[in-house]
């Protein structure tokens, strides 16, 4: 099996992720879950998501005043988490493995 590096800054998520892992003990030390997001700047950001849809999120970055939150609806905060560049990060317990499949949900964070 593979050895998997998993960044998941939502909290329902990443609750979620980790319920996952109690269930499933034998794939523990297989995986390192950080709570932090991806991104082209070390920052700080903030996540919304429409109350129809509590796992889906939107993100506002620094200076982003303008997420791409579409009008309509109703949006809540979901929490806040700080994004870091992947290749600075040096506490991942799997670095010294090659990368061989990179799978991506960036929700609504495509230009970044």
């Known amino acids: 099996g593979w050895n998997v590096t998993s960044f998941e800054p939502m909290p329902a998520n ?15 030390e297989r995986i ?16 919304v998501s429409p ?3 509590i796992g ?3 993100v506002s970055c620094g200076n982003d005043t303008n997420p791409g939150i579409p009008p309509e609806g109703a949006f809540q905060s979901r929490g ?12 991942d317990k799997f670095a010294q493995h090659k990368v ?13």
Do not use: M, T, W
């Not at 949900?105 to 970044?112: L, P, Q």
């Open 14 to 28: 990443r609750a979620l992720f980790k319920a996952s892992l109690c269930a499933n003990p034998d794939v523990v």
């Open 32 to 47: 390192d879950l950080h709570e932090n997001g991806l991104g082209d700047a070390n920052q700080h950001c903030y996540l």
């Open 51 to 53: 109350n129809s849809n």
């Open 56 to 58: 889906d999120g939107y």
């Open 80 to 91: 806040e988490f700080d994004v870091n560049i992947f290749d600075e990060i040096k506490n």
């Open 100 to 112: 061989e499949f990179v799978k991506i949900d960036v929700e609504g964070y495509e230009c970044h």
